[in-house]
C-alpha cells in the first residue's frame, strides 16, 4: 500500500512564506510526475504545480513566479516553497502521485494540508 503524506501547512499573514513537503512511503519502484493542487471551499480543486521526474516543471498561472516546486527523488518527496502568499492562496493543499508500485501504477493522493493566509 503506498501512502502519501504533506506537512508543512499552517497560519501566515499575506506576504509570507511556506513550505510544504509531501512524502510517499510503501513498496514503490518509481513515481512519475508529482504534482501539488489546492481546494479553497466553495471551489473546484486546481492544479498548482507539476513536476515531472527529470525535473520538468509546470505551474498553474496564478502562482507563477511565487510558488517553486521540487523533488528528492530519492526521498520520494515533493516539495512546494510558497513566497509572497495572498488570502486568496487560502485552501487545502494536496499532494499527488503516479507512482509505480508492487501492485501496478496508480494515482495517488494525500490526506490535504490546510494553508491559511490572513490579510
Known amino acids: 500500500q503506498v501512502q502519501l503524506v504533506e506537512s508543512g501547512g499552517g497560519l501566515v499573514q499575506a506576504g509570507g512564506s511556506l513550505r510544504l513537503s509531501c512524502a510517499a512511503s510503501?513498496?514503490?519502484?518509481?513515481?512519475?510526475?508529482m504534482g501539488w493542487y489546492r481546494q479553497a471551499p466553495g471551489k473546484q480543486r486546481e492544479l498548482v504545480a507539476v513536476?515531472?521526474?527529470?525535473?520538468?516543471?509546470m505551474y498553474g498561472d496564478s502562482v507563477k513566479g511565487r510558488f517553486t516546486i521540487s523533488r528528492d527523488n530519492g526521498k520520494n518527496t515533493v516539495y512546494l516553497q510558497m513566497n509572497s502568499l495572498k488570502p486568496e492562496d487560502t485552501a487545502v493543499y494536496y499532494c499527488?502521485?503516479?507512482?509505480?508500485?508492487?501492485?501496478?501504477?496508480?494515482?495517488?493522493w494525500g490526506q490535504g494540508t490546510q494553508v491559511t493566509v490572513s490579510s
Open positions: 499527488n502521485g503516479d507512482v509505480v508500485a508492487s501492485h501496478g501504477l496508480g494515482h495517488e
Open positions: 510503501g513498496s514503490i519502484f518509481r513515481i512519475n510526475d
Open positions: 513536476i515531472t521526474s527529470g525535473g520538468s516543471t
